[in-house]
C-alpha cells in the first residue's frame, strides 16, 4: 500500500507540491486566526474550591486570582500612618472592581505584626488571570509608591510579583530561543546528511506540518541509489510504515490527556496530538515528492566531507561494533544499565509536585524586598495564599471566630465591605505558605469545621485540587496509554514479549526523567550555577503530566524506529544477534542525531523566562538524552539479546485480534560472520 502511495506521489509530484504549498499558505493564515483566540482559560469542573471562586468571582467581581500583597513598615506604630490608607486607596483605583482587606478597613490585628511596625493589605484583582497581568501589577506599584506616605517604606508582592521579579523571568526572547536552537539544529543536520538539500528537507517538512496543524485546530475551532521511483518505492515500504506507527505512538501520549477531568488539559492533548497526525501525512506525501522532484540532486551542494557523513551500511561501522559488544556482554550491560535509570528512578519516587514556597523562589526587586519585611516582621507566608470562605453574610462573624481557634491558622476576618446578596467571605490567613505541606492539614480542618452552606476558596485550595484532579486520575490515563501503546506496537513488531519490554522500558526513562529534574531543582544541585535558580523543594504541578504527555511519545518513537529494523533485520537472516545489531547499527545514527536536535531545542527553551519553563525544557532535554543513550544504546539491545528467539513470539490466538501474521520463536539459523 505504502509503496503504491509512492507510486503515486512520484508521478503527481508536481500537483503534490502544489497542494501543500497552498495548505502552508493557508496554515500561516489559520495561525493568526487561532492566535487571536488564545486566551488563559483554567478550570477544574466539580472540584470544591475552584466552584467556590466561581461563585465568589461571580458574586464580588474577584477571587480567582491569588492576591497582590501591599507592604508598609516604618519606625513607629504603623496602624497610626493615615497616609497608609490612601496609598492602599490609590493602588486599588487602578483595578475599580477588586477587593482589599486591612486593618485600616477592619481594625483586625492579625493585619500587623507583633511590634506594630508591618502592616500588610489584600488586593484581590477584579475577573480572570490574563496575559496583561504584568502590567496590572506595574501600575499598581507605580500607584503605591507614589502614595506612600515619608518615612513609611512599602512593597508590592504576592505570587504573581515574586514570579514576574523572579530571576527566572530573565531570558532570551522567543525569538532568540528559535535562532539558537536552529543554528544548533543545523550543525547537528550537516554532520547527519552533508548536503544542503538534504539539510533544508526537514526544515521544509517541519514548517508544513506545524502551519498546517494551525489549520486543523482553527477549522476544529470553527466547528468546534537505483532509479528514482524504486528508490523512493522502497523507502516508503520501509520507512513509511515506522512513520506511521511512532506517529501513532506520540499521539497517544498526547492523547491520553483527554482522560483528566481538565477542559484545558484537555484541549492540549487533542492539539498536541493533531501535530504528530499531520507531521505523519507530511511525511507520506510532502517528503516522497520534494525526494522525487529533488532526485540524486539531493546529493549535490556539499557542505561536508564525505567521510565525517558516511552512512553505515549495517555491516560495519562504530554502531554495528558497539551492538556486537553488547550482545557479547547482554547480562552486564542490562545490570549496567539498569543500576543507572534504578538511581534516577529512585530520584523520580520523591517528586513533590507542588507550587514553590515564597522563601525558595529565588530572585531580587521589589516583590522579594515586601516578601522579606514580612519574613523579618513574623509574618506567615499564608499571606501570599489566604483562605477565603464563601458563607452566609450572617454567618460570617461566627465563621471568622471559628477558624481563628483552629490550629494552622494565625487569623481571620470577616470585613463588612465583602458582602453582598447575602453572602460574606471570611479570609483567613495559614501559619504557612499555601504551598508548604502542613497547609493540605489545615485546609481539611477548614473545611471540616464549617457550618452548612459555607464553603471553601482561595488559591491554595484550589491548587491542591488541581493535583488531586491530575493525579488522582493518573493511573487511569497510565492505563490508558500502557494499553493502546501495547496493541499498537503489538501489531507492528508482531511479538507480545516487544511492546511490554518497550513500555516497561519507556516508564523506566519516564522515571529517570523525573529523577534529573527533582535532583536539579527540587534538590538545587546545579540548578543555581547553571540556571541561576535556588532549590524549590518541589516541582510545578503541571510539569510532570506534560513531561509524561510528550516524553512517552518521544521515547516510543526511537523504539518504533529501532525495533521495527530490527524486525525486518530478522526477517531476513532469522538470528536474533545478528538482527539486533543490524538494526542497531542502520538506526543508532540517526536516532541520536534526532535526539541532539530534540534536546539542544529543548535546553534552550530552558533558558527562557519562568521556572516552570525551565523545569520544562530540562525535563524533556534530559529525558530524550538519557532515553537515546542508557535505554536505546543499552537496555534495548541487552535485553533484546537477553530475550533471544522469544522476542518474536506471537502466537495465533493472539495475532487474530491484531489481524497479523503469528510469529514462532523458531530455532536460531546458523550464526553469520562477526565484524568485531
Known sequence: MLGRLATFVHRRRRWVLLVWVLLTAFGAFSAQQVSKRWFESFSIPGYAAYETNQKTLRTFGSGEQAPLVLVFRSSGDVTKERGIAGAI???????????????????????????????????????????????????????????????????????????????????????????????????????????LPAIVMPLVIALASILNTFTLVWLEELARGEDVETALSETMQHAGRSVIVSGSTVAVGLLSMVVLPLPFIRSIGIGGMLIPAVSVITAITLLPALLSLLGHRINRLRVMPKRVVAVSDGESGGWARWGAFVLRHPAAVAAVGFAVAGLLVSFGL????????????????????????????????????????????????????????????????????????????????????????????????????????????????????????????????LLFVILLTYVLLARAFRSLLLPLKAVVLNLVSLGAA????????????????????????????????MIFAFLFGLSMDYEVFIVTRTREAYDETHRTDDAVRLGLARTGKLVTSAALVLCLAFFVLSTGPGLDIKQFGIGLAAGIIFDATVIRALLVPAVMGLLGRWNWWLPAWAARPLRVRPSAPAPEAPPALDPA
Open 514 to 545: 523525573y529523577g534529573i529534574i527533582v535532583f536539579i531543582f527540587q534538590w538545587g544541585h546545579g540548578a543555581h550555577a547553571i540556571w541561576g535558580v535556588h532549590a524549590t523543594q518541589s516541582i510545578i504541578p503541571w510539569i510532570p503530566l
Open 350 to 477: 520523591q517528586i513533590n509536585p507542588s507550587e514553590a514556597q515564597a522563601k525558595d523562589k529565588p530572585g531580587a526587586g521589589d516583590a522579594f524586598g515586601g516578601r522579606d519585611a514580612l519574613t523579618a516582621a513574623g509574618i506567615s507566608a499564608g499571606t501570599q495564599k489566604p483562605l477565603a470562605v464563601l458563607t452566609r453574610a450572617a454567618d460570617a462573624p461566627a465563621v471568622a471566630a471559628k477558624l481563628r481557634s483552629l490550629d494552622g491558622i494565625d487569623g481571620a476576618s470577616a470585613p463588612a465591605a465583602w458582602r453582598k446578596n447575602g453572602y460574606a467571605i471570611v479570609e483567613a490567613i495559614p501559619s504557612a505558605d499555601g504551598a508548604a505541606k502542613s497547609v493540605r492539614g489545615t485546609i481539611a480542618r477548614v473545611r471540616d469545621a464549617l457550618p452548612p452552606g459555607a464553603s471553601l476558596g482561595g488559591v491554595a485550595p484550589e491548587d491542591r485540587d488541581f493535583v488531586h484532579a491530575v493525579y488522582g486520575n493518573f493511573p487511569y490515563v
Open 89 to 195: 486607596g490609590a493602588a486599588v483605583a487602578q483595578n475599580p472592581h477588586s477587593r482589599v482587606s486591612s486593618y485600616f478597613s477592619t481594625h483586625n490585628d492579625m493585619y500587623v505584626s507583633r511590634d506594630r511596625h508591618t502592616t500588610f493589605a489584600e488586593l484581590y484583582p477584579s475577573g480572570n488571570p490574563g496575559f496583561g497581568a504584568a502590567a496590572f501589577i506595574g501600575r499598581t506599584r507605580h500607584a503605591l509608591k507614589g502614595a506612600t506616605p515619608a518615612g513609611v517604606q512599602s512593597w508590592l508582592t504576592g505570587r504573581d510579583p515574586l514570579d514576574q521579579d523572579s530571576s527566572g523571568g530573565n531570558g532570551p526572547s522567543v525569538l532568540t530561543e528559535a535562532l539558537l536552537g536552529g543554528l544548533g539544529a543545523l550543525i547537528i543536520l550537516m554532520f547527519v546528511f552533508g548536503t
